[in-house]
């Protein structure tokens, strides 16, 4: 399956989706801020599918984080998470860099299902 890279600041968050993707059969690295994430990004020298980052966190926010990845890291397939419209907003203008924004809060049916559609468009790309 897929080598993920998730971000969020939230432990309560960040496990509950750790978990779901485990058991989907991904490899998911956590990471509590961007800061961390682009260190671990960097260390693995970019070999994640998926970024999947809050927008909202302290020290390097999921934006900046994005911004980043996508610019050392073109072939990793950005998704955002936020609770937050303004946030949303922001990554609004992001159209090209990432592949979409997921709300939340959101069910698990839902974060499986944006990160299968972020990883099938990565392969669809990578076919082309």
Do not use: C
Not at 79 to 92: I, K, V
Request: proline share 2%; no cysteine.
């Amino acid at each position: 399956m897929a080598r993920i890279l998730l971000t969020d600041d939230e432990e309560a968050v960040r496990g509950f989706v750790k978990r779901a993707l485990e058991l989907d059969g991904h490899e998911v690295t956590a990471s509590f801020d961007g800061a961390d994430a682009l260190e671990k990004l960097m260390a693995a020298q970019g070999a994640f599918d998926l970024l999947l980052t809050d927008i909202r966190m302290p020290m390097m926010d999921g934006i900046a984080l994005a911004l980043t990845a996508a610019r050392d890291y073109p072939d990793v397939v950005i998704l955002l998470m936020t609770g937050y419209a303004d946030q949303r907003e922001r990554a609004a203008g992001l159209e090209a860099l990432i592949h979409d924004v997921v709300t939340k809060p959101f069910s698990l049916d839902q974060i499986r299902a944006a990160v299968v559609d972020a990883l099938g468009a990565a392969s669809a790309r990578l076919s082309a």
